[in-house]
T-cell receptor, first 117, second 115 residues
Framework: GAGVSQSPSNKVTEKGKDVELRCDPI?????LYWYRQSLGQGLEFLIY????????KSGLPSDRFSAERTGGSVSTLTIQRTQQEDSAVYLC???????????????FGPGTRLTVT | DQQVKQNSPSLSVQEGRISILNCDYT??????FLWYKKYPAEGPTFLIS?????DKNEDGRFTVFLNKSAKHLSLHIVPSQPGDSAVYFC??????????????FGKGTKLSVIP
């Protein structure tokens, strides 16, 4: 079946511009996560969505970052007034609902490489 | 402060031998541990996991060992194959209190299996 998809695969933007990154989770997965990986670093949690519950935004690094998930499926991560330190690979992951007794495996998309010049 | 540490940035192993990748953690609230494998330009791929109530989980050539008292886990790959060459990430999970189980990742170990 189809895995997690993300678009665009690469994005180059000028400092100060806004960007939108998109994630399509695996069909039927109710949990969706955004992470980012900066150069030489591990993956850093950004935000989590579970069904219709309020998202866990505890990982967002600043108020320039926001995300939404429409209809419990597709999610967009928006970065306003981008800075050079925002350059990273942004990864989306989805998983089945933990309430269903499933394990915690998250399935990742290929990521969006964001470069802020 | 890094809660999940992979102290070896790289590891080289001969084909057919055992690869041992190590991971240490500091947060005693972690109750589930996972290993992911990542090829360049791809997202991480789930490999194997272990619950904190176990000390070993095996899946084919891959075995994960957990030592809770030492806050240490390791991934063993036997026998190693050239296709195993990738970056391996150790990850840990705990309920954040907000109902999410976000993963905390180490920085990864690049494994090179030499034919």
């Amino acid at each position: 079946g189809a895995g997690v998809s993300q678009s665009p695969s690469n994005k180059v933007t000028e400092k100060g511009k806004d960007v939108e990154l998109r994630c399509d989770p695996i069909s039927g997965h109710t949990a969706l996560y955004w992470y980012r990986q900066s150069l030489g670093q591990g993956l850093e949690f950004l935000i989590y969505f579970q069904g219709n519950s309020a998202p866990d935004k505890s990982g967002l690094p600043s108020d320039r970052f926001s995300a939404e998930r429409t209809g419990g499926s597709v999610s967009t991560l928006t970065i306003q007034r981008t800075q050079q330190e925002d350059s990273a690979v942004y990864l989306c992951a989805s998983s089945r609902s933990l309430l269903a007794g499933s394990s915690y495996e998250q399935y990742f998309g290929p990521g969006t490489r964001l470069t802020v010049t | 402060d890094q809660q999940v540490k992979q102290n070896s940035p790289s590891l080289s192993v001969q084909e057919g031998r055992i690869s041992i990748l190590n991971c240490d953690y500091t947060n005693s609230m972690f109750d589930y541990f996972l290993w992911y494998k990542k090829y360049p330009a791809e997202g991480p791929t789930f490999l194997i996991s272990i619950s904190s109530i176990k000390d070993k989980n095996e899946d084919g050539r891959f075995t994960v060992f957990l030592n809770k008292s030492a806050k240490h886990l390791s991934l063993h790959i036997v026998p190693s194959q050239p296709g195993d060459s990738a970056v391996y990430f150790c990850a840990a999970s705990a309920d954040s209190g907000a109902g999410s189980y976000q993963l905390t990742f180490g920085k990864g170990t690049k494994l090179s299996v030499i034919p």
